[in-house]
């Protein structure tokens, strides 16, 4: 029986995701990714949503590298002495724990993370304990210890003191010398004599270059002080080992703390990495159902060039549980049922997959695939009988909730026998209950599928015109399989075709293809008025849209306009009120006089009558034009409602006021240009908006209307309106602009649309 993950290219997911971690653990997590149970995928799921949605807003987990410490963890618990490498690779480890804290202590609505967050262990002491020896050059300090500083000292001076006599020696010898630089072999300063004169000089042979033209001799006079060196060094590398043994008696007795921290970071690199390649792919959460569907749209093969894969929809339910594919060789079929495989795989290791949102899978224990040549030498096998073998050790292990994959079913053997082995497997696969993907170009299963009610067709769209498979998956169709259509394709003698043409005739069964021709009918008139449909409601949300957007303009204007009112109406009390305290505080005089006391009261007077509140009388009908004095304003009436009203400013302004506070005054004469009687009433009668709207309409057409938009605008008087012609291929919006340049005897001015008025999808015009 075929292995399902390696058929489907599992492996290469996982190999995939490991290359976003940046730890040796999330590494081995994504190697060892695998199918979870039910309650585990569903916390994994919730995890990996609140990590993409993080990582969205707060940027990556401030994770840089971080080893397994599992190993060396252990070492050092039973006694053994790290190396300054490994104790480096533990500090940073508690370094990196310490920026997650501070990284997850800034972060909102993420209860699962922050909860996991705050389980890190602290061991900040570790990581300065380490430091306090170990510097960033992986070099153990001078001051580590007394001792040790000691000993680099007594090393520092000794040094100098021989470089200072080897001075001399050199001098004395270098007629014997055959390089003249000092040179240190198994860690003795030596001089390289040569060989020639090698009893010339007194001292200790070290050393004979490979050549045995050079001797390397220790001269007598610093034997003694290479001797000192090398004691000294053996002192300082006791010391080292002392200070690294003290550090790793510390890692071993925290080592379950850096043991669980070392996890909890490979943990959350690894759910990072998972939330990366999902961005990546542009992939979504599925759904756990907890019913029996499959419901996945615009699936799309994540191993694919994800900017040419065609997305599929894949619908299964306990109602339709199988689903025949047929159609085209190379058609796509079998990329299809992978497609499906793989997601349900990714999905059930707790990945995101590439489809739309909206996906609802219910769980799935096992996945069984027949895909592709089962032939095998090794077990003497035909393809037919790897075939065979695989389907036995299905039959032998499926179950309800179970997936089974099925390439071209019966193939390989006599036409009639490998339909007849068709029907049966498809048949016993409904008596279990499972989930199944079949592709097949056998007619008589096509046929069967459209009488059994639990079985769905399936096809892979062909474009016969052009005879190219459009990779794309029709569910409730059955497929043609086009192969004498792509065999004229790649250039069959015609006589060939011409007789597979009259033998199909001859023996194909009527009904069956006719059947599919029509149904293959109806499903390209379907998708025409589908596409037509589409078309239609996306031009109406962009209308709405539109219409939204100057509403929410008009009512900004509307608030401006009443604000620089309500300024108004209080700068005018705050004068009157100044002119009352004048009057008062000229009663105040001793000196006053009768008649300056009868002025003042008549100013007090004259000023209570301005204040006071003004109300109007008579009837008002729809249509009148008013004014509110009390606001100095004028408009249309537009709107009655008991003693309410709403009338509109001549530059499109709607205010709300009562009857009683306005007054019916003329209408506003217009302003005709030259136009013949009959047209201009017509015009004026009509309502003419403050906008046009000209998206979808051809240059020449947009252009006459908006020629006449704005001679209207001009009868009327207006003085700001707007012109909305979309953004699309940037035509009409160049002609319209061009337009409103040649015509500076009437446009004052023009502009692209603000953040509320279309942006660059219209042009604000101001006319003279």
Do not use: W
Request: net charge negative.
């Amino acid at each position: 029986m075929q292995n399902a993950l390696v058929v489907l290219e599992f492996p290469k997911i996982t190999e995939k995701l490991a290359s976003y971690c940046r730890t040796e653990r999330g590494q081995k997590a994504c190697a060892a990714l695998s199918q979870l149970d039910k309650d585990s995928l569903k916390n994994e799921l919730a995890f990996l949503d609140e990590t993409m949605m993080l990582l969205a807003r707060y940027g990556h987990f401030p994770i840089e590298v971080s080893s397994d410490l599992e190993h060396i963890v252990a070492l050092a618990a039973k006694g053994f002495v790290l190396s300054i490498e490994d104790l480096e690779r533990v500090a940073n480890d508690v370094l990196t724990a310490g920026a997650l804290s501070k990284y997850f202590a800034g972060v909102e609505l993420s209860p699962l993370l922050i909860a996991y967050s705050k389980g890190i262990p602290t061991l900040s002491f570790l990581e300065k304990d380490i430091h306090k020896i170990i510097g960033p050059d992986l070099q153990v300090y001078d001051n580590a210890s007394l001792a040790l500083k000691s000993i680099r000292t007594q090393m520092d001076h000794l040094e100098k003191e021989m470089v200072h006599k080897l001075g001399f020696v050199l001098e004395e010898n270098k007629v014997y010398l055959s390089d003249t630089t000092l040179t240190i072999k198994n860690g003795h300063y030596v001089l390289p004599v040569a060989n020639a004169y090698k009893n010339k000089v007194k001292g200790i042979v070290q050393d004979v270059s490979s050549s045995g033209a050079t001797t390397f001799i220790e001269p007598e006079l610093i034997v003694e002080m290479n001797n000192k060196m090398v004691e000294l060094k053996n002192a300082e590398r006791e010391e080292i080992h002392r200070l690294l043994g003290i550090l790793s008696t510390e890692v071993g007795g925290s080592a379950d703390a850096i043991t669980k921290l070392n996890q909890m970071i490979g943990y959350l690199d690894f759910l990072q990495a998972k939330a990366l390649y999902a961005d990546s792919l542009k992939a979504h959460i599925a759904h756990c159902s907890d019913n029996k569907e499959l419901y996945i749209p615009g699936a799309r093969h994540p191993l694919l060039d994800q900017t040419k894969v065609v997305p599929n929809d894949f619908i299964l339910s306990e109602e339709k549980r199988i689903v025949v594919i047929s159609g085209p060789n190379a058609g796509g079929k079998t990329v299809a049922l992978k497609t499906l495989g793989l997601l349900v795989l990714m999905h059930e290791a707790g990945l995101a997959i590439p489809s739309l949102e909206g996906a609802e899978i219910g769980y799935i224990k096992n996945v069984y695939t027949d895909i592709g040549d089962s032939q095998s030498l090794a077990d003497n096998l035909s393809t037919f009988s790897g075939h065979m073998s695989n389907l036995s050790g299905i039959f032998s292990h499926v179950g309800g909730n179970d997936l089974v994959l099925l390439d071209e079913v019966g193939t390989g053997t006599s036409p009639k026998e490998g339909e007849a082995i068709a029907y049966a497997t498809i048949k016993f696969l409904l008596d279990k209950h499972c989930f199944t993907l079949v592709s097949s170009h056998f007619e008589g299963l096509k046929a069967y599928a459209l009488s059994e009610p639990r079985i769905v067709n399936a096809s892979m769209l062909f474009n016969a015109e052009k005879l190219l498979p459009t990779y794309k998956l029709k569910m409730g169709l059955p497929g043609e399989s086009y192969g004498i259509s792509v065999a004229s394709r790649y250039g069959v003698d015609p006589k060939v075709i011409l007789a597979a043409q009259s033998y199909l005739a001859e023996h194909e069964d009527v009904s069956i293809g006719k059947a599919i021709e029509r149904l293959s009918e109806l499903s390209r008139d379907e998708e025409a008025a589908k596409a037509k449909l589409a078309l239609d409601q996306k031009a109406l949300n962009e209308e709405k849209e539109a219409i939204l957007k100057e509403e929410g303009s008009l009512k900004k204007r509307e608030e401006n306009y009443l604000s620089d009112v309500k300024s108004t109406k209080e700068k005018m009390l705050a004068d009157a009120q100044k002119e009352i305290d004048e009057v008062l505080a000229s009663l105040d005089k001793p000196e006053l006089k009768m008649h300056e006391v009868i002025a003042a009261k008549k100013r007090l007077n004259d000023l209570k009558a301005k204040q006071e509140e003004v109300h109007f009388t008579g009837e008002i009908a729809l249509g009148d034009y008013v004014e509110n004095p009390t606001y100095g304003v004028v408009g249309k009436v537009t709107r009655i409602s008991g003693k309410n009203i709403e009338i509109s400013t001549a530059d499109g302004v709607t205010f709300k006021t009562e009857k009683d506070q306005v007054r019916v005054v003329p209408a506003p004469e217009e302003k005709p240009i030259a136009m013949t009687g009959a047209y201009i009433d017509t015009m004026v009668t009509k309502g003419l908006p403050l906008e046009i709207n000209i998206i979808g309409e051809h240059v020449d057409e947009g252009i006459a209307d908006v020629t006449d938009y704005l001679d209207r605008c001009r009868i009327k008087g207006y003085k700001r309106v707007r012109i909305i012609h979309g953004l699309g291929s940037g035509a009409l919006r160049s002609a319209v602009q061009t337009y409103l340049k040649k015509h500076p005897e009437f446009v004052e001015s023009y502009e692209t649309g603000g953040e509320y008025e279309g942006g660059g999808g219209a042009t604000i015009v101001h006319l003279k």
